[in-house]
Nanobody
Framework: QVQLVESGGGLVQAGGSLRLSCVVS????????MAWYRQAPGKQREVLAT???????NYADSVKGRFTISRDNASKKVYLQMNSLKPEDTAVYYC???????????WGQGTQVTVSS
């Protein structure tokens, strides 16, 4: 019953910006962590940013200072603002929600981000 849907991906030039959105449908426990991951061809899926219900955030070194994660608890949405994009940012980006008490993970279908040089 829980579904995550990402949007906002696309093709941009190096140095440009994109804002990804993820909306969660269905009922999820209030104790949770939302996150953004990405996976490039031939590489493992990596976590980029996490944010708790209280707003505490963590970032991977590769995106720190360029990407910003935020959430809206009332509408059950999580966002990823991506600035100063580089060709190496090209990947499929995934939304994730971790339910702490179960524990359990929910994943979106992914959205493609392509950065041209």
């Amino acid at each position: 019953q829980v579904q995550l849907v990402e949007s906002g991906g696309g093709l941009v030039q190096a140095g440009g910006s994109l804002r990804l959105s993820c909306v969660v449908s269905g009922t999820i426990d209030s104790i949770n962590v939302m996150a953004w991951y990405r996976q490039a061809p031939g590489k493992q899926r990596e976590v980029l940013a996490t944010i708790s219900t209280s707003g505490r955030t963590n970032y991977a070194d590769s995106v720190k200072g360029r990407f910003t994660i935020s959430r809206d608890n009332a509408s059950k949405k999580v966002y990823l603002q991506m600035n100063s994009l580089k060709p190496e940012d090209t990947a499929v980006y995934y939304c994730n929600v971790y339910i702490v008490l179960v524990p359990m993970n929910y994943w979106g279908q992914g959205t493609q981000v392509t950065v041209s040089s």
